[in-house]
């Protein structure tokens, strides 16, 4: 499904070299590390918000390493809930899927019926839902999550891993996450990577 | 950078419609008066168009400084400091005179010292305060533009701690070691603004003083006979002079005025937004009389405008009519109508939104593009996109005529769009000003996750960006607007030609009839009407986008 083969990228100092991963269909990998090691760089380096300085990202069989973000069909959920202030929950929603049923999108995560709702109403927990929504919609090949749960409290943040991963296994979408929490990462994934 | 195109684009036609001008102005006027800065600046003292105007420009300018501030520091602090009813409403009526064109501030004097109000202006003292006064009316709003915000939300336990330390325990004291250094930065960036603004006075000066001129008034006097080799020759070498010392006084204030912005800016994030403020009912001593003073001279105009005198050899009559209005929408032989002057306001404006809009946006992200990959040059077209700002308008209106004269005499006096030149010099370097924070604040996630969403260039462009900057391009396109529509100085000087009439333009017109036309007063007051219902709707309408605590002039 996801073949990275010796990722490497550098900024001040060597972030990460000769990363390797396979990622099968429905499989959920958490990758954890030290603040700095370049976790996040990972995730935006294989969904192609950043270049990489060597290596190569095969998709389905296909490289993609050269194709820029918007083209790879690899979905990215940010630390913080990333809506746009200017549309609703619907409009956000729409971003992903023109077409698509928002009303089930948001009853997957378990938000039924804030189609009309203001993105500033929305607290941490619904806005990285509706964030899931919308990635989801968008139906990613491979789902990136850049520790969508550390801005949120312990209770909550418990409640949506099990939620989260029950949804990705439910529609076999594979999944990369990024953690420095190492329980969140055991609990929400199949296997761990450390990255140091 | 997201488009190497967009960025050539924007600079070269920056070039290409700001800076060529300007200098082929400068190339024209030393080919007629030769190459002497120190001869230009020393022909000031010498020719007696010019002599005593420079000392005349900084007097009234330093005191308009000074009647500003005392002026408008105290109602910065009743309406940062305590809870009104209606504050946006009293903001509002505070800060408009800025947005008011200075013809139409010009014509609000006028009115009130002028033969149909109490007939006083023929006293040296009364004009020379009158000017003071209505420099003072302009620029109040940036007082409390810049200060208003740091009294309004500062964190309440900095001044409650400062009370239980003994520096603190009197009024002086927390002046002296809370509020005189924090609002010291406030205080003299509007101070350099305002002294920049009383100093390039040029509506007010022409009107309300008796003949009396500064740098900027002399300059547009004498400035449509330079430029011709051979011919009056010290004119040149006077505007040369003039233009160097505006300039250079320019340069200073605002530079002084950037730094301490950005000092300003420094003390803002302390600010707390969720503060309970008391009435303070002895305040309206001091809110009340400022929402008149605000309000007085425009309702001089309105009133003005349907009040009619007549002289004759048994006397003076007055009486309420329509017939200034009436007289100023009809064309005469020597006047273009109101109407059509509405129509080239109008047109122009568009015009200039439609240019200034587009290349100041794209100036401004191609600054912002390189701030992110080359910090030096992006500070340095910063810099570049701000020259305008040290060029007055009346400077700006001479470098459009004297550089399209070098270009092709004939074509500038048959070619309509030529004002259009000089609003665009004038309005973009505000289009980057506005647009550029905006474009800073705007958080890059927005379009990474866009892009994670298989949204296209265009459409991350479309459905992304615009909603985004909505504000700030509204906030431009009706600042360029109202600027455009306003604009006196460079119009005054460029406009060769009646089919080119704008409002200012043809309300200079009608208020330089001379008074035994009963039309005079009441025609131009009812043009300028006219103007300031159009800047008060340009401004209510921004009002609604301003962020709470921008402070700024803009």
């Not at chain 2, 500064?214 to 070498?237: P, R, W």
């Amino acid at each position: 499904m996801l073949e990275c083969e010796n990722l490497a990228k550098s900024f001040e100092k060597d972030l990460f070299g000769g990363f390797n991963l396979k990622l099968n269909p429905g499989e959920i990998v958490a990758i954890t590390g030290p603040s700095g090691c370049g976790k996040t760089t990972l995730l935006r380096c294989i969904c192609g918000l950043e270049e990489l300085d060597s290596g190569k990202i095969i998709l389905s069989g296909n490289d993609i390493t050269a194709i820029a973000a918007e083209e790879r069909g690899i979905g990215l959920i940010f630390q913080k809930p990333v809506l746009y202030p200017h549309l609703n929950v619907e409009g956000n929603l729409k971003l992903a899927s023109k077409h698509g049923d928002i009303a089930a999108a948001l009853s997957e995560v378990n938000l039924t019926g804030f189609e009309t709702r203001n993105i500033g109403t929305l607290s941490g927990g619904e806005g990285q839902r509706v964030s899931l929504a919308r990635a989801l919609l968008a139906k990613p090949s491979v789902l990136l999550l850049d520790e969508p749960f550390s801005s949120l409290d312990v209770e909550l943040s418990d409640k949506l891993v099990n939620d989260v991963r029950a949804i990705l296994k439910e529609r076999n979408c594979p999944a990369i996450l990024v953690t420095h929490n190492r329980n969140i990462a055991d609990s929400f994934a199949d296997s761990v990577i450390s990255l140091k | 950078m997201t488009n190497k195109y967009v960025a050539y684009t924007a600079v070269i036609l920056y070039s290409l419609l700001i800076i060529v001008p300007l200098w082929l102005a400068l190339d024209r006027l030393i080919w007629v008066a030769g190459f002497d800065i120190l001869g230009w600046i020393g022909s000031l003292d010498e020719n007696f168009i010019s002599q005593g105007v420079l000392e005349f420009t900084i007097i009234q300018a330093t005191l308009s400084v000074i009647l500003t501030l005392a002026i408008g520091i105290p109602i910065a602090w009743q309406l940062g400091r305590y809870n009104w009813p209606f504050q946006s409403l009293i903001k509002s009526l505070l800060t408009m005179p800025f947005v008011m064109p200075s013809i139409v501030a010009a014509m609000g004097f006028m009115s009130i010292i002028g033969e149909n109000g109490l007939d006083i202006r023929s006293d040296r003292s009364t004009w020379f305060a009158t000017l003071i006064i209505a420099h003072a009316w302009f620029n109040l709003s940036l007082v409390i533009r810049f200060c208003e915000p740091v009294l309004s939300t500062l964190d309440p336990h900095m001044e409650e701690q400062l009370r239980l330390l003994p520096s603190g325990k009197t009024m002086w004291g927390r002046l002296r070691h809370l509020w005189i250094p924090l609002l010291m930065p406030s205080i003299v960036a509007a101070a350099c603004m305002t002294f920049v603004f009383s100093f390039t006075s040029f509506a007010l000066v022409e009107w309300i003083t008796l003949g009396e001129n500064t740098l900027e008034s002399m300059m547009a006097d004498i400035g449509s006979s330079a430029g011709i080799k051979g011919v009056m020759v010290s004119k040149n070498e006077v505007i040369l002079g003039a233009s160097i010392i505006q300039f250079t006084i320019l340069l200073l204030s605002l530079w002084l005025m950037s730094w301490l912005q950005q000092r300003r800016q420094n003390l803002l994030p302390i600010a707390s937004e969720n503060i309970v403020k008391t009435n303070n009912k002895k305040g309206w001593f001091i809110v009340l009389p400022a929402i008149i003073f605000a309000i007085l001279p425009l309702l001089a105009v309105l009133i003005s405008s349907f009040r009619i005198r007549e002289t004759d050899a048994s006397g003076s009559r007055q009486y309420w009519s329509t017939e200034g209005w009436e007289y100023a929408f009809t064309a005469t032989n020597s006047l273009p109508s109101a109407w059509d002057a509405l129509q080239n306001s109008l047109g122009y404006a568009l015009i200039t939104l439609a240019v200034a809009l587009p290349l100041g946006w794209m100036l401004a992200q191609t600054i912002r593009d390189l701030e992110q990959v080359k910090p030096r040059l992006a500070r340095m077209l910063d810099v570049f996109t701000m020259l305008p700002f040290a060029v007055s308008s009346v400077m700006i209106g001479l470098g459009v005529m004297l550089g399209m004269i070098r270009i092709n005499a004939e074509f500038f006096y048959s070619f309509w769009l030529t004002p259009v030149i000089a609003h665009v010099m004038i309005t973009t370097p505000f289009v980057v000003r506005i647009i550029l924070p905006a474009l800073r604040s705007l958080d890059p996630t927005f379009d990474d996750c866009a892009r994670t969403l298989g949204m296209s260039k265009t459409k991350r462009f479309f459905l992304i960006k615009i909603p985004m900057l909505r504000g700030s391009l509204l906030i431009s396109s009706i600042f360029i607007l109202a600027m455009s529509m306003g604009e006196f100085g460079a119009s005054w000087v460029v406009t060769r030609n009646s089919d080119w009439t704008t409002l200012p333009i043809i309300i200079d017109s009608i208020r330089a009839i001379p008074y035994n036309n009963p039309m005079t007063v009441p025609a131009a007051n009812a043009v300028s009407s006219v103007l300031m219902i159009i800047a008060l709707v340009l401004f209510v309408s921004t009002e609604k986008f301003r962020p709470k605590r921008d402070g700024g002039m803009f």
